[in-house]
């Protein structure tokens, strides 16, 4: 296993550093900075510029505008995006949607969605869960019957991650209730204008507006709108869950937070020395530095599989724990150094200016937000309990 990059992945790190120096909009640097949400004109603002670029659809095939990067180069990428500070894209349409649309779909449907994807002309929510269905999500009941040329479609779909940019969803409905669960799951997309779907917000603990529940009344689709053959959507929808990304664990942004935090607590002041020189701190901020050190390692052993032609296997289990773990550990590190000006709690943190002479120092005023947000990751993209089943039936021999 060789973990070390060529030197013409050097090079590329270089030019994808000087990049997000020189190239990238400064002000949505500085927007993260300060700990301030992005909003929908922010994402595609950054988007367009990796767009302009051609970094924007790293992983798709370049027929369709993709890169045409190694498994190595986007990792690389990924890494100085975070390194730089810049957000990632907004995964559903072009991370997702895309992939399926390009693999199963009609050219007429390529023509038709990939094109606005690529330019961010047009985001999308996804609609998977519902209130009943979330880790046993082929039990979902979101019913579209045929009639004619359309689909009718009625049912719930929840936490639909920035639902409310979305100009469309794509959906699994239930479109045969007679054999196994998974063989009456469909896969359709739908315009977010079209009449009979409300999006209803959902405010998580951290005060934001990022989830949504969305209520689908009757709502006629276009049958040219189902992607592939219906009954097939379970299996749409795992290639697109397999569609793995070995850069889930956010090494450079962990890094970069982790040296920030430094920063802070040698400022702060613990007693009669600093809060870096508090043993008790010093000694969780290495832990975690280790920690992290550790994910790495996995995160580079699953990318060496990935680059021998190997499907990251049970790795990427191990990777979602780990990784979850360790943001959720840097976030109580936040809140540690952060002392009293935490407890200030800032619902609206989209337009807030945090050197407004308010006293509170910009890194302690998202740090409760944060933090809280920051649990859910235990549960998104596959809950910690759930990826332990799958580890331990890995081990135990039981898969
Ligand atoms: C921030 C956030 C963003 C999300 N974005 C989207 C989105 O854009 N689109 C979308 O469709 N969904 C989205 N989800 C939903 C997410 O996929 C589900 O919350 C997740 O699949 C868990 O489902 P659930 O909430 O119904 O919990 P449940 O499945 O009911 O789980 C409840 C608890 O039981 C445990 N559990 C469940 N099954 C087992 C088992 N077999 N063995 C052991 N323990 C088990 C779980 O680990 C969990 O602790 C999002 C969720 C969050 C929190």
């Given at each position: 296993?060789?973990?070390?990059?060529?030197?013409?992945?050097?090079?590329?790190?270089?030019?994808?550093?000087?990049?997000?120096?020189?190239?990238?909009?400064?002000?949505?640097?500085?927007?993260?900075?300060?700990?301030?949400?992005?909003?929908?004109?922010?994402?595609?603002?950054?988007?367009?510029?990796?767009?302009?670029?051609?970094?924007?659809?790293?992983?798709?095939?370049?027929?369709?505008?993709?890169?045409?990067?190694?498994?190595?180069?986007?990792?690389?990428?990924?890494?100085?995006?975070?390194?730089?500070?810049?957000?990632?894209?907004?995964?559903?349409?072009?991370?997702?949607?895309?992939?399926?649309?390009?693999?199963?779909?009609?050219?007429?449907?390529?023509?038709?969605?990939?094109?606005?994807?690529?330019?961010?002309?047009?985001?999308?929510?996804?609609?998977?869960?519902?209130?009943?269905?979330?880790?046993?999500?082929?039990?979902?009941?979101?019913?579209?019957?045929?009639?004619?040329?359309?689909?009718?479609?009625?049912?719930?779909?929840?936490?639909?991650?920035?639902?409310?940019?979305?100009?469309?969803?794509?959906?699994?409905?239930?479109?045969?209730?007679?054999?196994?669960?998974?063989?009456?799951?469909?896969?359709?997309?739908?315009?977010?204008?079209?009449?009979?779907?409300?999006?209803?917000?959902?405010?998580?603990?951290?005060?934001?507006?990022?989830?949504?529940?969305?209520?689908?009344?009757?709502?006629?689709?276009?049958?040219?709108?189902?992607?592939?053959?219906?009954?097939?959507?379970?299996?749409?929808?795992?290639?697109?869950?397999?569609?793995?990304?070995?850069?889930?664990?956010?090494?450079?942004?962990?890094?970069?937070?982790?040296?920030?935090?430094?920063?802070?607590?040698?400022?702060?002041?613990?007693?009669?020395?600093?809060?870096?020189?508090?043993?008790?701190?010093?000694?969780?901020?290495?832990?975690?530095?280790?920690?992290?050190?550790?994910?790495?390692?996995?995160?580079?052993?699953?990318?060496?599989?990935?680059?021998?032609?190997?499907?990251?296997?049970?790795?990427?289990?191990?990777?979602?724990?780990?990784?979850?773990?360790?943001?959720?550990?840097?976030?109580?590190?936040?809140?540690?150094?952060?002392?009293?000006?935490?407890?200030?709690?800032?619902?609206?943190?989209?337009d807030a200016d945090w050197n407004d002479g308010s006293g509170i120092p910009a890194f302690a005023?998202?740090?409760?937000?944060?933090?809280?947000?920051?649990?859910?990751?235990?549960?998104?993209?596959?809950?910690?309990?759930?990826?332990?089943?799958?580890?331990?039936?890995?081990?135990?021999?039981?898969?």
């Open positions: 296993m060789d973990l070390s990059f060529s030197a013409a992945d050097e090079k590329f790190r270089l030019e994808v550093r000087e990049f997000f120096a020189s190239e990238y909009p400064a002000d949505i640097l500085a927007k993260v900075q300060n700990g301030q949400q992005l909003n929908k004109a922010d994402y595609q603002r950054s988007e367009a510029a990796l767009n302009d670029k051609g970094w924007v659809a790293v992983n798709w095939p370049q027929e369709y505008g993709g890169t045409g990067w190694t498994a190595t180069q986007k990792f690389i990428f990924d890494d100085e995006l975070e390194r730089a500070g810049a957000p990632n894209v907004i995964p559903m349409g072009l991370l997702y949607v895309a992939p399926v649309i390009y693999t199963f779909g009609s050219d007429e449907q390529k023509k038709r969605w990939l094109p606005d994807i690529l330019a961010s002309r047009t985001f999308w929510g996804q609609g998977y869960s519902e209130p009943e269905s979330g880790s046993d999500l082929a039990s979902l009941q979101c019913k579209a019957e045929r009639d004619g040329d359309d689909y009718i479609v009625n049912g719930t779909k929840i936490w639909t991650s920035q639902g409310h940019y979305a100009d469309w969803f794509f959906c699994l409905v239930r479109t045969d209730n007679s054999g196994k669960k998974q063989e009456g799951i469909s896969f359709l997309c739908m315009d977010a204008n079209t009449p009979g779907i409300t999006v209803y917000p959902i405010i998580t603990i951290d005060g934001s507006h990022y989830l949504n529940r969305i209520e689908f009344d009757n709502v006629r689709v276009p049958a040219e709108n189902l992607i592939g053959e219906e009954g097939m959507g379970w299996t749409y929808s795992k290639y697109l869950l397999s569609n793995e990304r070995t850069s889930y664990a956010h090494i450079a942004g962990k890094r970069a937070d982790i040296a920030r935090l430094k920063e802070i607590a040698g400022t702060i002041q613990s007693g009669n020395r600093s809060l870096m020189d508090d043993p008790a701190f010093a000694n969780k901020l290495a832990e975690v530095e280790i920690d992290l050190t550790a994910l790495e390692f996995t995160a580079l052993r699953a990318l060496s599989s990935v680059a021998a032609g190997d499907a990251p296997g049970e790795e990427s289990s191990a990777l979602k724990i780990l990784a979850t773990e360790n943001a959720q550990a840097i976030t109580e590190l936040f809140l540690e150094a952060s002392g009293a000006n935490a407890v200030p709690f800032f619902p609206d943190r989209s005023a998202p740090s409760t937000a944060s933090y809280f947000f920051n649990r859910a990751q235990t549960i998104y993209g596959g809950a910690t309990e759930v990826q332990k089943n799958i580890i331990s039936k890995q081990v135990l021999g039981l898969s």
